[in-house]
């Protein structure tokens, strides 16, 4: 079940929302428009965390001593991206 919000904002944060919700845009209600910045920032903070997380898996990596130069990694790569493309009949 929706639950509403309400919002004060400056008068020209809503000028820009108006002008943003007028029905000739992208977005018809300021309700949609918030849900739109609403989702892409979630998107956003979900990346970061993935981002995150990698970093951490790198640094322990890094740790454990199981790193690779940065040539054994392009050459295993290159072979990977050959294998996949002689797989795929390309």
């Given at each position: 079940?929706p639950?509403?919000?309400?919002?004060?904002?400056?008068?020209?944060?809503?000028?820009?929302?108006d002008q943003?919700?007028?029905g000739?845009?992208?977005f018809?209600?300021?309700?949609?428009?918030?849900r739109?910045l609403?989702?892409?920032?979630?998107?956003r903070e979900?990346?970061?965390?993935?981002?995150?997380?990698?970093?951490r898996?790198?640094?322990?990596?890094?740790?454990?001593g199981r790193i690779h130069?940065?040539?054994?990694v392009?050459q295993?790569?290159?072979?990977l991206?050959?294998?996949?493309r002689?797989?795929?009949g390309?």
């Amino acid at each position: 079940m929706p639950s509403s919000l309400h919002v004060s904002l400056p008068d020209e944060m809503r000028q820009f929302v108006d002008q943003r919700t007028n029905g000739r845009k992208q977005f018809s209600t300021p309700s949609e428009y918030v849900r739109a910045l609403i989702r892409d920032d979630m998107a956003r903070e979900e990346e970061r965390a993935y981002v995150y997380g990698e970093l951490r898996k790198s640094t322990a990596d890094i740790e454990a001593g199981r790193i690779h130069a940065a040539s054994v990694v392009k050459q295993r790569t290159k072979g990977l991206i050959e294998k996949l493309r002689s797989e795929a009949g390309e």
